[in-house]
């Protein structure tokens, strides 16, 4: 099983970027996608979900501007940023599991698979 994210780079305030998440030895579809992000010298924080069905659920600091989708054909998670800020920048890291329900999406330790993670940057 490999997630492997990518899409991240260094872009101005109020700016927009779309992560992926394409998996390989799972099928994304029956799966709970998480999103995640850590900055430098701060813990793995909850930024959004994608589940089995479509529905999303999302962290409220990135609510109304981050929006996660899949492309089952694709097996690919997308995680659409914009109105980017400063305080964004971090790394972020796609992560599935395949149990998971409403009360443990926010939880990284539930998650059984994680990819690498992918650099945002948000400069001012």
């Known amino acids: 099983v490999q997630l492997q994210a990518s899409g991240g780079g260094s872009v101005q305030t109020g700016d927009s970027l779309r992560l992926s998440c394409a998996a390989s030895?799972?099928?994304?579809?029956?799966?709970?996608i998480g999103w995640f992000r850590q900055a430098p010298g701060k813990r793995r924080e909850f930024v959004a979900a994608?589940?089995?069905?479509?529905?999303?659920i999302y962290a409220d600091s990135v609510k109304g501007r981050f929006t996660a989708s899949k492309d089952n054909a694709k097996n690919t998670v997308y995680l659409q940023m914009s109105s980017l800020k400063p305080e964004d920048s971090a790394e972020y890291y796609c992560?599935?599991?395949?149990?998971?329900?409403?009360?443990?999406?926010?939880?990284?330790?539930?998650?059984?698979?994680w990819g690498q993670g992918t650099q945002v940057t948000v400069s001012s």
């Open positions: 030895g799972l099928s994304l579809s029956r799966y709970t």
């Open positions: 994608i589940f089995r069905g479509s529905s999303t």
């Open positions: 992560a599935a599991d395949a149990s998971l329900i409403l009360s443990s999406v926010r939880t990284d330790n539930y998650y059984d698979y």
